[in-house]
């Protein structure tokens, strides 16, 4: 496959932008090479400027799960920009769509809408914070929330791929606010409620971790989570960014059957344009600016198009729940496939799976918290990446993703995906 284009506009881009992208990972830092340049994308196929075709297994890391250019979500954003595409002035559009997201969701009553998963969860934090009048939030090592300074400390995803967990510029006055736990122990959070006691405002999990490859919660670590919480009166925040309208239409909190105090949201709920949310009950949300005093606000916040996407895409979901059970045996099929070929290669291997979150690690020992996810051999990881790439199959440029199907992916994409896979795990 040749990337010609693609390689000069990398080096082009590397000239006014740093790193020559706007999102760390995407740079190719931890498979080395340089990355593709998108030209366009249909369903479930993206073509670079070099008219190389490839079937997408990250879905823009989650929005496109109805696929690529979806006609109904082309259709209202063009039409709902004739109206204008910007006022910072409230439309019935908002309205409709916090209906509809509310109307799914048991446990909420009210939504605010932002821009993006990392201010959805940074508000939430905040509001936590306001709503008990305490300072400290639990987070677990190796959980992504965005990039806002609490956050980036033992952070996951590019953080993680890049080593840098706990970046410079967060100043150490925010960091001892922030205490670590261990994902999937339950020992390691108690300490801290011991340590520091009416202290904690909150503990922000992802119900379903996705940025340190994916980890499933271990049965009763959830309900064990509400419970510290409810004896403390400290606040769960599910930061469902990731799961929200992914594992179901209710998320994390429907396919697990444990509730939060406030949930967040962003990646599909935007549908491919940039929209975060947090949501909790009238109690909690009434805290919030202008009705309380904690304060948020938006220039962009409930843009018309931003919000004509989302409420399309999950109007969508809505219209056809069964979409769920077609991305679940789509990526089942992948895992079981996946692993025909690994045993039968004897290449010591972890996939981690939850609905249609799936990850590969390259070990023998189970992934289950941030320690286990990076004992995978990188080096071979590296290999297989360019090896799938190469074979035309478009997979997350770091061990610590998930991947993310749609269901414009069909069993003969994912038949050609095997087929590739078996070919690159022979050719290692
Ligand atoms: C992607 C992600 C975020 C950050 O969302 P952005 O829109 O990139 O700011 C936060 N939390 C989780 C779980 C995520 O996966």
Redesign the pocket.
């Known amino acids: 496959m040749i990337y010609k284009r693609s390689s000069e506009l990398f080096k082009l881009a590397k000239l006014s932008i740093p790193g020559g992208v706007n999102s760390p990972v995407r740079a190719f830092g931890a498979v080395g090479g340089s990355p593709i340049f998108v030209k366009k994308a249909k369903g479930a196929y993206l073509y670079d400027e070099d008219d190389n075709k490839f079937i997408d297994y990250i879905s823009s ?1 989650g929005p496109m799960i109805l696929g690529h250019a979806f006609d109904p979500v082309l259709n209202s954003i063009s039409q709902t920009s004739r109206k204008g595409i910007s006022f910072g002035i409230p439309t019935a559009l908002e309205t409709e769509f916090a209906e509809l997201i509310i109307s799914s969701i048991p446990n909420i009553d009210k939504i605010r809408f932002v821009n ?3 201010e959805a ?1 940074m508000s939430a934090v905040r509001l936590a914070r306001g709503y008990t009048n305490r300072d400290k939030i639990i987070k677990f090592s190796g959980c ?3 990039h806002s300074d609490s956050f980036l400390i033992q952070a996951g995803s590019g953080a993680i791929t890049f080593g840098s967990p706990n970046s410079p510029g967060v100043t150490q006055g925010t960091a001892t606010d922030t205490l670590i736990s261990d994902y999937n122990d339950f020992e390691s959070v108690k300490v801290q409620f011991k340590n520091h006691p009416n202290k904690i405002a909150a503990i922000i999990i ?1 119900p379903v971790a ?2 340190m490859g994916c980890v499933p919660p271990e049965p009763g670590f959830l309900e064990a989570l509400r419970k510290i919480c409810d004896e403390n009166q400290s606040l769960l925040i599910f ?1 469902e ?2 799961t929200g309208f992914r594992l179901s239409l209710g998320g994390a909190q429907e396919a697990l059957g444990v509730n939060a105090d406030i949930v967040t949201y ?2 599909v709920i935007g549908g491919g344009l940039p929209v ?1 949310a947090f949501a909790s009950s009238n109690e909690i949300m009434k805290k919030l600016a202008p009705e309380g005093p904690v304060y948020q606000a938006g220039t962009l916040s409930g843009n018309p198009l931003a919000m004509s996407a989302g409420f399309t895409t999950i109007k969508s979901l809505t219209e056809d729940l069964s979409i769920y059970n077609r991305l679940e045996e789509k990526t089942k099929f992948l895992h079981e496939e996946m692993e025909k070929c690994l045993k039968k290669r004897k290449i010591s291997y972890q996939i981690n799976r939850f609905g249609s979150m799936i990850s590969l690690h390259f070990t023998d020992s189970k992934v289950y918290d941030f320690k286990s996810s990076t004992k995978g051999d990188n080096i071979f990881f590296k290999k297989y990446f360019h090896g799938m790439l190469s074979e035309g199959i478009y997979l997350p440029p770091s061990a610590f993703e998930s991947y993310f199907l749609n269901d414009a992916l069909t069993f003969e994409d994912i038949n050609y995906t095997i087929n590739a896979f078996d070919k690159v795990l022979k050719s290692l």
């Open positions: 890391w993006s998963g990392t969860c992504y929330h965005g992802e996705g940025n930061d960014v990731m962003g990646k975060g």
